[in-house]
């Protein structure tokens, strides 16, 4: 197997406001405002697994997919291949998160779920973390989203 195509990936998705969300199969959830941290992960083909997370155009099929719709990306990450790595990842970010809409994203594992949110203000602690696990930044439209974020403030 080509490792070097294999992965752990972090989505840090960024929900403007307090939102009902239809995720598939598991019907309307209330997702909270701020960082929605999503940790997921690829056997194979993991270039192309995250360019479709930058899609919006897609048939739906994965829960990320359902929050993604309401959410833009703000980063991407990804750290290197390691069995069961997303839920002990996941579990590390309980530090400074707490986990959103239980079993998200973890339909496959016994753990409690692969989404995390993280308060807007704790965005450096989030960084320093993901950087402390191991990750590398691959994408980061950060600047972008807060300019929209306050255009979005002063408007209303
Ligand atoms: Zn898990």
């Known amino acids: 197997m080509n490792s070097s195509d294999s992965g752990l990936y972090v989505l840090v998705l960024y929900l403007a406001e307090r939102e009902a969300i239809e995720v598939g199969q598991r019907g309307t959830e209330v997702f909270s405002p701020g960082w929605q941290v999503y940790v997921g992960s690829a056997k194979r083909n993991l270039a192309s697994r995250l360019a479709r997370h930058c899609r919006d155009e897609k048939r739906l099929k994965w829960h990320i997919d359902y929050l993604r719709q309401h959410a833009p ?84």
């Not at 986990?99 to 995390?116: I, M, T």
């Not at 949110?117 to 989203?145: F, H, P, T």
């Open 73 to 156: 990306l703000v980063q991407t990450w990804v750290f290197p291949w390691c069995r069961g790595g997303e839920c002990r990842l996941a579990r590390r970010l309980e530090q400074i998160g707490r986990r959103e809409a239980q079993q998200f994203g973890a339909s496959d594992c016994r753990c409690g779920g692969h989404l995390l949110r993280v308060r807007q203000q704790d965005k450096r602690l989030l960084e320093r973390s993901l950087r402390e696990a191991g990750g590398w930044k691959v994408y980061d439209r950060y600047e972008a989203s807060v300019t929209d974020a306050s255009a979005e403030v002063s408007t209303s």
